[in-house]
């Protein structure tokens, strides 16, 4: 081989490989019932957000041992029909935000805490 050569093969040889590791783009027609779910689950993420941000709610998982910082991130996390079922349950509680109604969203969040092994309220065996 050409010795003048070698600089030119080494130089494609590298665009070629750096070339061949950039994955390809995908681009899809997003439909309005698509879209307009997206635009619902951001609203049913602000219900929930604005209910962990209430004093009285991060009182009371204070008070059963979970850091609300911890809840309101793993509560982020929440798929869109665990959050949907969450911000239902928001929704049907009274104005007054009953005690009951607030023990089982606290639960909810417990549970998923736990199943996300985030903390261990269960000792295992």
């Given amino acids: 081989m ?6 030119f093969l080494c130089a494609g040889l590298t665009v070629s490989l750096l070339l061949a590791l950039v994955p390809g ?6 439909s ?3 879209a307009l779910a997206l635009g619902e689950g951001a609203a049913t993420r602000a219900v929930v957000d604005a ?3 209430r004093q009285e709610v991060a009182a009371e998982l204070a008070s059963l041992g979970v850091d609300p910082e911890v809840a309101r991130l793993r509560a982020a996390a929440l798929t869109p029909l665990e ?7 928001i929704a049907e509680a009274p104005a007054g935000g009953a005690v009951i109604e607030v023990l089982g ?3 909810l969040v417990l549970l998923i805490l736990e199943l996300v092994g985030v903390i261990d309220i269960f000792k295992k065996p």
């Fill in 32 to 34: 309005t019932s698509e």
């Fill in 105 to 107: 969203i606290t639960f």
């Fill in 51 to 53: 209910y962990l941000a």
């Fill in 83 to 89: 959050l949907e079922a969450m911000a239902g349950r």
């Fill in 2 to 7: 050409d010795q003048r050569r070698k600089p």
């Fill in 25 to 30: 783009a995908r681009a899809e027609v997003v």
